[in-house]
């Protein structure tokens, strides 16, 4: 089994801006533009505030109240303190309706006016949107986010943590500018590493994006929040294949974990938020398993007792792969990947090997996962929740799923095979 304490929404203790002991307010003036942005509007800079008081359905353990936003429960509980000494108690996160642009922008930067004090914490974070749908989420205060391409919408999230029950973790104002600068690169196209999985279960508890796991759920966790969906989309998908490549299924990101939370180990070191030192694609859990790396520990100082990389809900573990214990897998990282993606509008869905019912079931696909659609087939006609149709559609590994059951396609347009 994972290690339930790393994948709650501790994971928001990543890279938090957590005050002194004393009480400080963010002066007001930290909501100027930054030093190389003139106060007037220059040409090429949208400015525009996050609307904080706003609440929405992937909010987690938030409140609006008295012009500042705050967390709802600042009490400990199991679900949100870590076993390591020191870490957060409770922890929230805001999610912000997204923002179409009025151009495309490659860098966006966030001002925040805040209260932090007693262990408290605050962080304003962005993700773009592109043809080929969203970008990992990134950190925007100080430098900002860059994208390695224009982005047309922006999306902000915004998290709290407090160490303390009596600590203060409060927000007024969350200011953004998108900009454009010389971009970089973020990551190749078509990641696949092979990684150790565990079954995550913790059935009845609660995932990183707010969601009450359910039994034989369909999702995975891995270990930094630069990856996680929310709520009830597949923005982050991954396909989780066994070794043999006999079964696959492809599933979104919905949980944070096992062991570290800051660890994008898929990321090239140029832009991996911490051990930049180890390989592209090691999980620092696995090196720290299986060589001592970091002493043997993960980033909260616990003994790290199996390599893992990547967690399964029951469903994809026993269902998607037939697995029945821990195993090694084959995992593609489908965000980093290019071209059109299908949106699973209800599933779990049967990926076969061929056109029809008739053919071999390969793996599953699970609800509101985004899969890679290469080309498409005329075959057996369906009728599913969408539309009836013979069009299967060709995903990777020669696998297919009726178009019957996707709601949506973006990125690009599909062509017959």
């Not at 971009?183 to 990684?195: D, E, F, K």
């Not at 269902?319 to 290019?338: E, I, M, P, S």
Request: proline letters at 6%.
């Amino acid at each position: 089994m994972g290690c339930p304490p790393s994948r709650t929404l501790s994971s928001l203790l990543a890279g938090v801006l957590t005050a002194t002991a004393a009480a400080s307010l963010i002066p007001a003036a930290a909501l100027a533009a930054p030093a190389d942005v003139p106060a007037a509007a220059a040409p090429g800079v949208e400015r525009w505030s996050a609307d904080l008081a706003v609440a929405s359905g992937d909010d987690v353990n938030v409140r609006w109240s008295a012009g500042r936003l705050r967390l709802a429960d600042t009490r400990p509980s199991a679900r949100t303190r870590p076993a390591a000494v020191g870490g957060p108690v409770a922890e929230g996160a805001l999610l912000a309706a997204p923002r179409t642009l009025a151009r495309p922008a490659s860098r966006v930067r966030a001002q925040v006016t805040a209260e932090v004090a007693g262990g408290g914490g605050v962080q304003a974070q962005v993700r773009g949107w592109r043809a080929a749908g969203w970008t990992e989420w990134r950190e925007a205060t100080g430098a900002g986010a860059v994208f390695d391409r224009p982005v047309i919408r922006v999306q902000t999230r915004v998290l709290l943590t407090a160490r303390d029950p009596r600590a203060t973790a409060s927000v007024r104002a969350v200011e953004l500018t998108a900009d454009t600068v010389a971009t970089v690169s973020a990551a190749t196209a078509g990641l696949v590493y092979r990684v150790f999985a565990t079954r995550e279960g913790s059935v009845g508890g609660q995932t990183a994006n707010g969601r009450i796991i359910q039994a034989r759920d369909h999702f995975v966790a891995l270990p930094s929040r630069r990856g996680l969906s929310p709520l009830n989309t597949g923005d982050y998908t991954v396909r989780v294949c066994t070794t043999s490549g006999s079964r696959c299924e492809y599933a979104p990101v919905w949980d944070v974990g096992p062991w570290n939370t800051r660890d994008d180990y898929w990321n090239p070191s140029a832009v991996r938020e911490n051990w930049k030192d180890l390989p592209q694609g090691r999980p620092e859990a696995q090196a720290a398993y299986q060589s001592g790396y970091n002493g043997g520990r993960d980033q909260f100082g616990r003994t790290v007792r199996n390599p893992s990389g990547i967690d399964l809900a029951d469903g994809t573990l026993w269902d998607g792969l037939l697995l029945t214990d821990n195993a090694w897998v084959d995992v593609a990282y489908l965000w980093t990947g290019t071209g059109p993606r299908g949106v699973v509008g209800d599933g779990p869905l049967n990926v076969r090997t061929g056109p029809g019912t008739g053919y071999g079931v390969r793996g599953l696909a699970a609800r509101y996962a985004n899969v890679p659609i290469q080309c498409y087939v005329v075959g057996q006609t369906v009728t599913g929740p969408y539309r009836t149709t013979n069009r299967w559609n060709r995903l990777a590994g020669g696998q297919y799923v009726s178009h019957a059951y996707i709601s949506a396609v973006y990125g690009g347009t599909v062509s017959l095979c």
